[in-house]
Each structure stands twice: as structure tokens, then as C-alpha cells.
């Protein structure tokens, strides 16, 4: 199917944002005016947090994110409980193609981060023909969705073929990533030349989003891989509480907070001059998909769990101190404990954006769970982030003994869209 017969013809779009009905006639405080209003994804914590008498600031999780920004939201955005996370493959050869699904993508994309449906929608079209918005998420609010998009090394370049003529535009940070120590990595769920991490606080909105894309993609991109995530396991907003792991420990402590411009500009997002002009402002994104051996996990005595990590169970203190934002002493916890391993004090100041999910899809067909964390971190060059870091922990790390490595995937993520009319990877391919 031609994606562009599933959109109205409507040049851009402000056009559609007055034709797409709303998903209901009330949204979120937020409101779709704020959401064209604030351009930097820096105010998105401050636009979807309200104050809780006397407490600290609680997510309203029916708001919508601002779609456009200096930034993609999705990275500083304060973490949302559910992920659709989609790989796909360009099965089209010809780059106008690719491009138009490209910009129908981004008008579906601000339409779905609003709120609206896509197009004409769900029962707006004509009968005859089928409907542009698959109808799950009506009557739901925007709850917070965002999309963000990251293109693969196998874009730019795939078997020796410069595919779309993006060869010289492959950014040098933008690796094959190495095989690690323990990898076990498999085929199924490795690559992808485009990937979507759909982020919302409804798992229906986050799956009807990458569906819908998925639809308008169809005959230009298949699904390589996805993967559906619970239970955010890093926290972005060190103000509220922190979330849980499978392993029981709370993840995201020790975090880059999206409010933390000075850091994110440091750890994050890529600065002028680093690498081709069409990324700055953008950043990388390292996926893993992380099996836990939960069973063997579950029969480790409390005092070998806590010193896999370093830090208590119940608080989430680091060893030796009281509370968990306390400053760890390094030398208080194990020499091969994960955080003593990944602290920025142990690695030159290094840092990446933890923003990973929850995992479990049924049986490993071995009578075990098919569990574990769906890791995604962000950073302003996997070379100096990820890859040393992650060299280390799998040569070192005690947690090792319970969790395997077996999904990756490696994506540049492009800076955000301004205006509405402009479109995903418009830099890129321009
Ligand atoms: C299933 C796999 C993993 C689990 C269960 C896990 C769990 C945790 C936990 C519980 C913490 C302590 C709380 C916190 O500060 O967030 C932590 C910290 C951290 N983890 Fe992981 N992690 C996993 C994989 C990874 C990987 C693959 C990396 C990077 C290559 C990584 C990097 C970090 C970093 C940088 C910290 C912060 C350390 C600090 O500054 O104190 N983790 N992780």
C-alpha cells in the first residue's frame, strides 16, 4: 500500500491538526495548545508534572508531551510506565519512498503524541476505503506517549551497499557495536535500520502507536523485531520514587535527571561540530534486551543479591550509608558490585541516560521465564559511553551470573522536530 492514500491530502501540518478529531473532546490539562506552545523538550518535565498537596511533584498521566522541540521527547522526558519498542527493516529500494512514508510518519506521529487520530481517523474516511487510525485508542487520552526515532547503521550501509546514498552521512559514533564478553545475542533480535520507542503511561496508546506506523510503513518497512515493556526500570525524575527492577532493587537512583540541562549537555545530546551537522542535538541509543535468570535469582540469599549491586534491597542505600541518594563510598561495597563498577567515579566521570523497561514474554519453552530488563540508554557517543562501560561490567560484573545479554540494537537519534512541516530524518536526507 502507498502510505500517502492512507493521509488526507493536507499539505502540512497545521492543516491536519485542524482536520484530525480529537480521541476525546477533553484532554489532558496540558492541553493541545501547551503542546504546540512549548517548543523545548527541557519543558516537558516542567509541562506534564502538577503538585500533590504538600508532596513531591506527581506525572499527570493523561497529558500530552510537546511533539516538537529542540530535542526528541522520549529521552529527557520523565520516564513513562509502558514501552513499544519497534526495529524495522527498509524493505523498499527506492529513497523517495522512503522519504514519503517518512513524512506521513511524522504528521501520524504528532497527530498520535496529541491525542488525535491519525488522518481522517478511525470512522472519518470514506466508507469504502479502510481507516486511516485503527480505532483501539479512541476515547483515550494522549497519556503522555511519545515517539522517537533513531536510524541504524544498516541505513547508511548494509552488506557494502550504500542503500539510499546515506554512506557519507553515517555518523563515525554510530558503530557496529562490538561482540561483548557473555553476549548471546540473537538474530531475531538484533539490528533494525529505523527504530520507534513508543513511551505512554497506557499500553494501549504506546501499541496503537507503533501499530498505526507500522500500517502507514507497510510495503516500505517490516517489523524486524519489538518488544513490549512494563514497570520502568530507571527513573529520570530523581524528585519522585523509584522504580523497581525484576531483581527487587530500585533502578535509576543514580541517574541523569531530565531536568539536569548541564548534564544532559555533557552525557547526552550531541554538541555542534561532533560528527555530521544532522545530528546535533540528537543522541545515540544503545537497546539490550537483558534475559535475568530470575529462578536462580529467587533462591540467592538477600546479602548475595545486595552485594551483586552494592546497595540494600529495601532502601536502595548505598553500602555502609543510610539512605538511598546518600553519596556512596565506593570502597564500602564489593570490588566486582554492579554500581561499584558503573559509578561515574570508577570510569573517568562517565555517564549515560538509563531509561530502560520491564520484561516478561511468556516461557523460555525450558519451563523458565522469558524475563528480564529491556535496557535503553542514551548518549552523546556510544564509543566513550556505552562501550567502554559495558566492556567492563561484562568482564567484571557479579550480576553477570544472572542475566544474558540477548537483543541489541544501536540507533542515531536525530535532534527534534521544530515546526510543524518538517519531517523525521528531513536533515538526514535533505
Ligand atoms: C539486567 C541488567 C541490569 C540490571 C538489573 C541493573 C540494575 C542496576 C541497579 C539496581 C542499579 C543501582 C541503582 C541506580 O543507581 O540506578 C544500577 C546502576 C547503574 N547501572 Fe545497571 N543494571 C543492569 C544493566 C546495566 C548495563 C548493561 C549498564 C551499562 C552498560 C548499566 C549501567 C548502570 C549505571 C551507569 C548505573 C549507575 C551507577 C552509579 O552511578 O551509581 N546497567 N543498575
Known amino acids: 500500500m502507498d502510505a500517502e492514500t492512507s493521509q488526507p491530502a493536507a499539505p502540512a501540518e497545521t492543516a491536519d491538526l485542524s482536520a484530525a478529531p480529537s480521541r476525546r473532546s477533553v484532554i489532558g490539562w496540558a492541553g493541545a495548545g501547551l503542546a504546540l506552545g512549548a517548543a523545548a523538550a527541557g519543558s516537558v518535565a516542567a509541562a506534564t508534572m502538577k503538585q500533590d498537596a504538600g508532596t513531591?511533584?506527581?506525572?499527570?498521566?493523561?497529558?500530552?508531551?510537546?511533539?516538537?522541540?529542540?530535542?526528541?521527547?522520549?529521552?529527557?522526558?520523565?520516564?513513562?510506565?509502558?514501552?513499544?519498542?519497534?526495529?524495522?527493516?527498509?524493505?523498499?529500494?527506492?529513497?523517495?519512498?522512503?522519504?514519503?512514508m517518512l513524512k506521513d510518519w511524522t504528521k501520524a506521529a504528532a497527530a498520535m503524541t496529541g491525542g488525535r487520530e491519525v488522518g481522517a481517523g478511525a470512522t472519518g474516511g470514506l466508507p469504502e476505503a479502510p481507516p486511516d487510525d485503527t480505532g483501539e485508542a479512541l476515547g483515550l487520552p494522549a497519556s503522555r506517549l511519545t515517539l522517537t526515532i533513531g536510524f541504524g547503521p544498516t541505513l547508511f550501509?548494509?552488506?557494502?551497499?550504500?542503500?539510499?546514498?546515506?554512506?557519507?552521512?553515517?555518523?563515525?559514533?554510530?558503530?557496529?557495536?562490538?561482540?561483548?564478553?557473555?553476549?548471546?545475542?540473537e538474530d531475531a533480535r538484533v539490528g533494525?535500520?529505523?527504530?520507534?520507542?513508543?513511551?505512554?503511561?497506557?499500553?494501549?496508546?504506546?501499541?496503537?502507536?507503533?501499530?498505526?506506523?507500522?500500517?502507514i510503513g507497510m510495503g516500505v518497512v517490516n517489523v524486524r523485531w519489538s518488544q513490549l515493556g512494563f514497570g520502568k526500570t530507571s527513573s529520570t525524575t530523581p524528585e519522585a520514587q523509584t522504580p523497581r527492577n525484576l531483581m527487587g532493587f530500585k533502578d535509576g537512583t543514580h541517574n541523569i535527571a531530565g531536568s539536569d540541562t548541564a548534564k544532559l549537555a555533557d552525557h547526552v545530546w550531541?554538541?555542534?561540530?561532533?560528527?555530521?551537522?544532522?545530528?546535533?542535538?540528537?543522541?545515540?541509543?544503545?537497546?539490550?534486551?537483558?534475559?535475568?535468570?530470575?529462578e536462580a535469582w529467587d533462591r540467592t540469599s538477600l546479602k548475595e543479591q545486595e552485594d551483586v549491586f552494592g546497595r540494600t534491597k529495601g532502601e536502595g542505600a548505598p553500602y555502609g550509608k543510610q539512605k538511598e541518594r546518600d553519596t556512596p563510598d565506593l570502597s564500602a561495597m564489593p570490588q566486582d558490585s554492579h554500581v561499584r563498577l558503573a559509578h561515574p567515579d570508577s570510569n573517568n566521570g562517565l555517564m549515560i541516560l538509563r531509561r530502560g523497561f520491564s520484561f516478561t514474554d511468556g516461557t523460555d519453552g525450558l519451563g523458565r521465564l522469558d524475563a528480564g530488563l529491556f535496557f535503553l540508554a542514551y548518549q552523546r557517543d556510544t564509543r566513550k559511553a556505552f562501550v567502554p562501560l559495558q566492556t567492563k561490567l561484562a568482564a567484571n560484573d557479579k550480576l553477570n551470573e544472572y542475566i544474558t545479554h540477548v537483543g541489541s540494537g544501536?540507533?542515531?537519534?536525530?535532534?527534534?522536530?521544530?515546526?510543524p512541516g518538517e519531517w523525521w530524518g528531513q536533515a538526514l536526507f535533505g
Open 56 to 100: 513531591a511533584p506527581a506525572v499527570d498521566s493523561t497529558a500530552d508531551i510537546p511533539f516538537y522541540g529542540d530535542h526528541q521527547a522520549g529521552i529527557a522526558t520523565p520516564v513513562q510506565d509502558r514501552l513499544h519498542f519497534a526495529a524495522f527493516d527498509v524493505t523498499t529500494t527506492d529513497r523517495a519512498v522512503l522519504v514519503r
Open 410 to 419: 544501536h540507533f542515531a537519534c536525530p535532534p527534534g522536530i521544530r515546526k
Open 157 to 185: 550501509e548494509k552488506d557494502g551497499v550504500d542503500r539510499f546514498g546515506l554512506k557519507a552521512r553515517r555518523p563515525d559514533a554510530l558503530i557496529d557495536l562490538p561482540k561483548f564478553r557473555g553476549d548471546r545475542l
Open 270 to 294: 550531541v554538541a555542534p561540530g561532533e560528527g555530521p551537522e544532522w545530528m546535533t542535538g540528537g543522541s545515540y541509543l544503545v537497546s539490550r534486551r537483558i534475559r535475568m535468570t530470575v
Open 192 to 215: 533494525g535500520d529505523i527504530c520507534i520507542q513508543a513511551c505512554a503511561d497506557d499500553p494501549q496508546v504506546a501499541v496503537h502507536a507503533i501499530r498505526n506506523l507500522a500500517r
